[in-house]
């Protein structure tokens, strides 16, 4: 990694896009009143597929060199350079990054090419593909960046362009305070994440190794084993604050609350975010920060605890929902507390392998439900739908296999993925974390099955409208689909457990990726994996009986506890509650003490001042005005009166003048003769 070889390609894969949102940003109006949707689709779809296109030729190039040498980069210039601090403007392709832009471009230009058929009606076409066009340059940015600080740019790329896809029907006030408040949110994570990085180059620099390039950091992580800040490890630090970045981007506990929400956008933006970009971003930086978070147990164990806990609560709050894309939003959510899970018990390869198995069975459910809710006319309750199978065989095919893979039903890509976790888990020691990750499979497998089977199974319940008008989506958007399927089933296949013979991908990791792999007797192994199977096939079955058969009642477990659980998890943990009364009642009551310190206090002194002020200066006023000037004025008059008087006797008569000096002589004479003789 020391000597990685130079480039001139890589650049492109965040160029193009980034040049498509470009065009379509300032020039998207005209072409799509001048030249039609079509001209709009191809600006926004053709430089993702390039990309996808330089993608796999940068893995192709990794691939055909030994493991050691696996390192390309795009050195563009030197982008800072002060004091110790030297950044350059430059992309890394190594076997991680090459990894995410296969998943980034590959999934996101399926989900683009999906989204011109989705949005075709829509007036604001052009806008939204710039958008979209922006959001795969952010995300190639920061999966490519050489440095922490390129990837916190891109970071923030991503959050602002959340911010305006989560918002982009923005006329809707709920659509508007959902990019709000997903914005808001990654900005509390966002905090830690600056705090991370300014401390891991402080600590870093303070032992002359100052850098925030990643393989400089990785070169000289060890000088700062044992620097401790405030009696805490700083390594320990850095990585808790780099971690709380992470629960914003990838919604973990406490910071996830923004990501059911971000369903107010348009479908194919909650495919991207769930599948293929945003979310994926905080399991990548760990992941990428490996030997950092290696050196840190206490922050480990602290992941590995909040990912189960992500993990169990967003599972059983989706056993409640009835929307249908708030179910797939709180799957994500706690597919992304196994990756952390993963990371937690130090299997950083079998985390990224759940991230690249999950965007394509992801993306699948969420481009389905949007096929659903395009066939729908926009509704989007489970309890209205029914029976669509037979109206949408391609859609509930495809729907069909992801479900199988997010349960965990062999060979499909997420049970590989999903085992290992739980494998490495158990096998290093986290019975616990692994026992309660299995409970979270097992509502996994009820809570998909019971969306299955509400939505394509039965009899229908939409309107009759409705019914008439059900059809199959056009193929630019079952096209999708059906690769995302393809993937679906064939993904895991590359990431085999041991006793299947081994996983080629974490092989392929090794390279960045060398710590948290545990091993345990192939008897064990086995073992699990019929645990594994058996949980998911219980929660399928008892979704059957419910859903299907409905020769269970749902409400049997509706009642469990007097009803009590089934509100907690309907009302999602009260967690907005709280946050509502904790968090924005909190600043709020806090914003109006301080207006009212300000008004009250503050502006009382300044107001008070300024009366004071004010009669002191009409005092100053009127003793300048009334003494000073007053004695001035009759020192005038009486000199005045005075002179009036003298004035009189200048006459001009010669007799006059000399009469007035003979008085005068008269009258010295008198004085000197009777005063001072």
């Known amino acids: 990694m020391d000597s990685p070889i130079q480039t001139d390609f890589i650049r492109w894969i965040v160029f193009l896009p980034l040049l498509g949102a470009i065009v379509n940003g300032l020039l998207g109006a005209k072409i799509q009143k001048s030249l039609g949707k079509g001209a709009i689709s191809v600006l926004a779809c053709a430089p993702v597929i390039i990309a996808f296109g330089l993608a796999v030729n940068a893995f192709l190039t990794l691939k055909g060199l030994p493991p050691e040498k696996r390192f390309l980069i795009d050195n563009l210039y030197t982008w800072i350079n002060l004091g110790s601090l030297k950044v350059d403007m430059a992309f890394l392709v190594d076997p991680l990054s090459a990894v995410m832009i296969l998943v980034v471009t590959g999934i996101g230009g399926l989900i683009h090419i999906y989204a011109t058929g989705y949005m075709h009606d829509d007036k604001a076409f052009w806008r939204f593909f710039a958008y979209l066009n922006l959001f795969m340059a952010s995300m190639l940015t920061l999966v490519l960046g050489d440095s922490l600080l390129l990837l916190f ?130 399991v990548y930086m760990t992941a990428r920060m490996n030997v950092f978070f290696s050196m840190a147990p206490e922050t480990l164990q602290l992941i590995a605890v909040v990912g189960v806990c992500t993990a169990l609560v967003a599972a059983t709050i989706a056993l409640t929902q009835y929307d249908i894309k708030k179910v797939l939003a709180y799957s994500t959510v706690s597919q992304l507390g196994y990756m952390f899970i993963g990371i937690g018990v130090g299997a950083y390869s079998a985390a990224v392998f759940h991230l690249m198995t999950h965007a394509f069975f992801k993306a699948c459910l969420f481009l389905g439900s949007g096929s659903v809710i395009h066939a729908m006319h926009h509704e989007q309750d489970m309890r209205k739908m029914g029976g669509l199978k037979q109206w949408m065989p391609i859609t509930y095919a495809t729907f069909f296999i992801s479900v199988l893979a997010i349960a965990g039903f062999p060979p499909l890509a997420g049970f590989f993925s999903k085992d290992e976790i739980l494998w490495l888990a158990f096998s290093g020691h986290h019975e616990v974390i692994w026992f309660l990750a299995l409970c979270g499979a097992g509502m996994t497998s009820f809570y998909m099955f019971r969306q299955l089977f509400m939505t394509f199974y039965g009899k229908c319940r939409a309107d009759h409208h409705t019914q008439e008008h059900l059809h199959e989506s056009p193929s630019v958007m079952t096209m999708p689909l059906v690769i995302l399927a393809i993937g679906a089933v064939l993904a895991g296949f590359i990431g085999l457990p041991a006793v299947l013979g081994g996983s080629q991908f974490a092989h392929w990791l090794e390279p960045v990726i060398k710590h948290g792999e545990h091993h345990g007797s192939h008897a064990a192994e086995w073992t699990l994996m019929a645990v594994s199977v058996c949980v998911a096939s219980f929660g399928a079955f008892l979704a059957y009986l419910m859903y299907r058969k409905e020769s269970l009642s749902p409400n049997v477990f509706v009642n469990l506890g007097g009803g009590r659980f089934y509100r907690l998890f309907d009302r999602k943990w009260y967690l907005d509650e709280i946050y509502q009364a904790v968090f924005v009642n909190g600043c709020l009551l806090l914003a109006q003490f301080l207006s009212a310190f300000d008004k009250y206090i503050v502006d009382g002194i300044v107001n008070a001042s300024a009366t004071i002020t004010r009669w002191v200066s009409i005092v100053n006023g009127a003793f300048d005005k009334y003494i000073v000037d007053g004695l001035v004025n009759a020192v005038a008059n009486v000199t005045y009166w005075f002179g009036n008087k003298f004035r009189r006797i200048q006459t001009g008569n010669i007799n006059s003048y000399l009469y007035g000096i003979l008085i005068a002589i008269v009258v010295a004479i008198y004085v000197k003769l009777r005063y001072w003789s």
């Not at 990085?197 to 002359?208: I, K, N, P, R, V």
């Not at 805490?232 to 914003?248: E, I, M």
């Open 153 to 282: 740019v891109g970071w923030e790329g991503v959050g602002l362009c959340s911010y305006a896809l989560i918002g982009f029907w923005y006329s809707d006030h709920n659509n508007a305070r959902a990019g709000n408040k997903a914005f808001i949110v990654n900005r509390v994570g966002d905090f830690g994440f600056v705090l991370g990085m300014f401390l891991l180059f402080w600590s870093l620099d303070a032992q002359g190794h100052g850098s925030l390039t990643f393989r400089e950091m990785i070169k000289w992580a060890p000088s700062i084993k044992d620097m401790t800040l405030w009696g805490w490890p700083v390594v320990t630090l850095a990585t808790f604050f780099l971690f709380v970045g992470a629960t914003g981007k990838s919604a973990q506990i406490p910071l996830f609350v923004w990501l059911p929400d971000a369903m107010a956008g348009p479908t194919p933006v909650s495919a991207l975010i769930h599948a293929a970009t945003m979310v994926t971003a905080g």
